[in-house]
């Protein structure tokens, strides 16, 4: 399985930006990341996902190394709605053309009021 | 209306019976999925189908079956319950997995006693 690895927990205060940084040095060519959270008692949800260029969406931004080796999710402005498990994932082929998401320790997000 | 919804939310039962956690998902998707997440919090895959064909088992037991009736739907049986089967179990749907979201269901929180 394509393996990731992401600091255990980080701490944030209430409207500043945070930087979730996740290194995957032995990523494909082919491999995406996707980037889940998950909040307390609830499934996981999508975040963001990419492959080479960085990505924007209402939720957060992906910026991708230029080798592809890390990658930084950013949440603009934290929330305290935004405190949860935060997943770095490469999505990558299980046989055929299938492909399946492997989820690692994640980092546990604390935000400050 | 819930995109991908399971049940029963809560489940507790006695070691050595036989249950079935229902996961539907509304959303057309062509591929679903069973997550198991253990005490620890790890999540890790169990099965995937694929238009129903399942595609993916991960060496779960024997004992876990899994059904997909049509596209929408992906069952999960278990058979001679163990403690050790405690686990929050999530559903999952996605088309393709690659370069798309996942969407999980909230998740059935079995506990075997």
């Known amino acids: 399985d394509a393996k990731t690895t992401q600091p255990n927990s980080m701490e944030s205060n209430e409207e500043e930006p945070v930087h979730l940084p996740c290194n995957h040095s032995t990523i494909s060519g082919t491999d995406y990341i996707h980037w889940y959270r998950q909040l307390p008692s609830q499934g996981p949800e999508y975040v963001i996902h990419?492959?080479?260029s960085n990505v924007n969406n209402r939720m957060a931004s992906l910026a991708i190394a230029e080798d592809r080796k890390s990658s930084t999710l950013i949440l603009h402005r934290a929330t305290l709605r935004d405190a949860a498990v935060y997943y770095c994932?490469?999505?990558?082929?299980?046989?055929?053309?299938?492909?399946?998401?492997?989820f690692g320790k994640g980092t546990l997000l604390t935000v400050n009021p | 209306d819930t995109a991908v919804s399971q049940t029963p939310k809560y489940l507790v039962t006695q070691m050595g019976n036989d249950k079935s956690i229902k996961c539907e998902q509304n959303l057309g998707h062509d591929t679903m999925y069973w997550y198991k997440q253990d005490s620890k919090k790890f999540l890790k895959i169990m099965f995937s189908?694929?238009?129903?064909?399942?595609?993916i088992n991960e060496t779960v037991p024997n004992r876990f079956s899994p059904k997909s009736p049509d596209k929408a739907h992906l069952n999960l049986h278990i058979n001679s319950l163990e403690l050790g089967d405690s686990a929050v179990y999530f559903c999952?749907?996605?088309?393709?997995?690659?370069?798309?979201?996942?969407?999980f269901g909230q998740g059935t929180r079995l506990t075997v006693v």
């Open positions: 990419g492959l080479t």
């Open positions: 189908y694929n238009n129903k064909e399942l595609i």
């Open positions: 994932i490469l999505s990558r082929r299980s046989g055929g053309s299938n492909y399946k998401l492997t």
């Open positions: 999952a749907s996605s088309q393709g997995l690659r370069d798309t979201e996942a969407f």
